[in-house]
């Protein structure tokens, strides 16, 4: 499996309100398609529209607002099951 690095490059828009967690993440998935359902599975929360408001949308699914790479690196295994692997910090704010 890839080692997946999700960063967020655009944490003003409206649609972060949608997550409980703003930083970059690291994921073990087949795919970014699936490290991107991964994440947004994990810190999604719903939104309250406000009339007048666009709704907020799940930002970790946005090409627009994060980036997704893969990377090379020894601290994080290829094997196992697809999941947000790290940092630590991140983890503290997966819903489960």
């Known amino acids: 499996m890839a080692i997946w690095k999700l960063e967020p490059t655009d944490i003003s828009?409206?649609?972060w309100e949608a997550s409980t967690y703003r930083?970059?993440?690291?994921?073990?998935?087949?795919?970014?398609?699936?490290?991107?359902?991964?994440?947004?599975?994990?810190?999604?929360?719903?939104?309250?529209?406000?009339?007048?408001?666009?709704?907020?949308?799940n930002p970790w699914n946005q090409?627009?607002?994060v980036s997704a790479?893969?990377?090379?690196?020894?601290?994080?295994?290829?094997?196992?099951?697809e999941e947000i692997v790290g940092p630590p910090n991140a983890l503290q704010y997966v819903d489960v």
């Open 13 to 15: 828009s409206r649609d």
């Open 69 to 81: 790479v893969t990377i090379q690196d020894s601290n994080y295994k290829n094997d196992g099951k």
């Open 63 to 65: 090409s627009s607002l």
């Open 23 to 57: 930083g970059e993440i690291i994921v073990r998935a087949e795919s970014e398609t699936k490290a991107r359902q991964i994440a947004a599975i994990a810190f999604g929360i719903a939104t309250k529209k406000n009339l007048g408001e666009d709704i907020a949308f």
